[in-house]
């Protein structure tokens, strides 16, 4: 059983690219989660897909920000014009829909440093 | 406010001794889950543990026990005989069913096992 893997582990961009971040999660995982952590602070989260509609987004994702998993399974999160305040990692889950709260299983996550 | 609250930012202690994380939480609901993670240096958050509101047992895992307490609103990690490899950053998240099993974490307890 391979566990949630994000691609690629580190990204240095400058100020104003676009970043593109892949997550695949476990496979026979139905939801999906994408969190942000900075330093010194536990994650925060972003958006969740079941399948591949996403059903909630949280208020630190602005308008630059867009998540998506078009086939329910892998999923990516861009970042448009990257400012340094973007600079954190981002952390992928993945969980089993199940009654009451699902266990969310992490990858290693994505470091973002804009310059 | 802070639905989670880990008070203790850095703890050292020395190999074999015995370690407890304080986590307190605040909900009005009345069916929640309470969750520890564990991130080693690696970035990788590792799930633990969950409990969910309605049992109260304390559980042990070999070196790991933990001690839920709703009169408190509290749930405590203790580490028995610390060793090097438990250095990491743990993490005290809160689940609540009313809100769609949105994940609430606390800031972290970075433990430090010195040799």
């Known amino acids: 059983d391979t566990g949630v893997s994000q691609d690629p582990r580190h990204k240095i961009t400058k100020r104003g690219q676009n970043v593109t971040f892949r997550c695949d999660p476990i496979?026979?995982?139905?939801?999906l989660y994408w969190y942000r952590q900075t330093l010194g602070q536990g994650p925060e989260f972003l958006t969740y897909?079941?399948?591949?509609?996403?059903?909630?987004k949280s208020r630190l994702l602005s308008d630059r920000f867009s998540a998506e998993r078009p086939k329910g399974s892998f999923s990516t999160l861009e970042i448009q014009r990257t400012e340094q305040g973007d600079s954190a990692m981002y952390l992928c889950?993945?969980?089993?829909?199940?009654?009451?709260?699902?266990?969310?299983?992490f990858g290693p996550g994505t470091r973002l440093t804009v310059t | 406010a802070q639905k989670v609250t880990q008070a203790q930012t850095e703890i050292s202690v020395v190999e074999k001794e015995d370690v407890t994380l304080d986590c307190v939480y605040e909900?009005?609901?009345?069916?929640?889950?309470l969750f520890w993670y564990k991130q080693p240096p690696s970035g990788e958050l590792v799930f633990l543990i969950r409990?969910?509101?309605?049992?109260?047992q304390n559980e042990i895992s070999g070196r790991y026990s933990w001690n839920f307490q709703k009169s408190t609103s509290s749930f405590n990690f203790t580490i028995t005989a610390s060793q090097v490899v438990d250095s990491a950053v743990y993490f005290c998240?809160?689940?609540?069913?009313?809100?769609?099993?949105?994940?609430?974490f606390g800031t972290g307890t970075s433990l430090t096992v010195i040799p």
């Open positions: 889950a993945s969980s089993l829909e199940s009654q009451g709260a699902q266990i969310r299983y």
């Open positions: 496979s026979e995982h139905n939801r």
């Open positions: 897909f079941q399948n591949e509609a996403q059903l909630e």
């Open positions: 909900t009005r609901d009345t069916t929640y889950y």
């Open positions: 409990r969910n509101s309605f049992d109260e």
């Open positions: 998240a809160l689940s609540e069913v009313n809100t769609g099993n949105q994940f609430y």
